[in-house]
């Protein structure tokens, strides 16, 4: 016998306790938290989940998340459409966006090669990158993966898939301490590590 008074406060307890480092507990206390607000404001973030699933894209060029086909920074001629910069997720791009600094534009590889986590090359977005590097208006990838053996394991694995193309390869500098997230860079590292970025052939993974 079920220990919550509500079948429906049970199901939003069990479905709240699917999100990462969040426990029965945890999620039993948001959810009587939502209870406790304004009805309104709980509909309004109801609302944003239901919007959020159905409305939510991936940009067809590099693949970050959009409102729209191709995303504001791939559509933008303001931009650098020469230099790509190649990060794991969208966090990163937020991170690297933060900083105000960067002109050049993303590719978003949805991840990095782990075979512990049963991720090869095929789950990530490699074909599309290759495609990319082979139009003749890139000059430059920039490898900004985390400092971590699966990071590095991948920018590897890109280079071999990218090499043959006469662009100019480099990697962000490693202000980056290492086993570091891109994401948890403070803006002033991250400005530094992207500025002071090396050729790849130079570094010494």
Do not use: W
Request: proline share 4%.
């Amino acid at each position: 016998m079920s220990n919550y008074p509500s079948k429906v406060l049970e199901r939003a307890v069990n479905e709240m306790s699917q999100l990462p480092g969040i426990g029965k507990r945890t999620a039993l206390r948001l959810v009587l938290h939502m209870l406790n607000r304004p009805h309104t404001q709980t509909l309004r973030l109801a609302e944003a989940l239901t919007h959020l699933v159905e409305d939510i894209q991936y940009c067809e060029t590099c693949h970050t998340l959009s409102d729209t086909p191709i995303c504001e920074i791939c559509s933008n001629p303001l931009r650098d459409h020469s230099i790509i910069c190649v990060v794991e997720d969208v966090r990163d791009v937020m991170a690297i966006e933060n900083t105000g600094q960067y002109r050049g534009v993303y590719h978003v590889l949805g991840g990095r090669i782990s075979p512990m986590e049963g991720i090869g090359p095929s789950q990530l977005k490699i074909d599309s990158l290759v495609k990319r590097a082979a139009e003749e208006s890139t000059k430059e990838i920039i490898f900004a993966l985390s400092s971590t053996m699966e990071g590095d394991t991948t920018v590897f694995y890109l280079f071999k898939q990218l090499k043959d193309f006469p662009l100019f390869y480099t990697t962000i500098a490693r202000g980056i301490g290492v086993g570091d997230e891109l994401e948890y860079a403070d803006e002033a590292t991250l400005i530094r590590s992207i500025e002071n970025r090396i050729p790849y052939s130079e570094t010494k993974l």
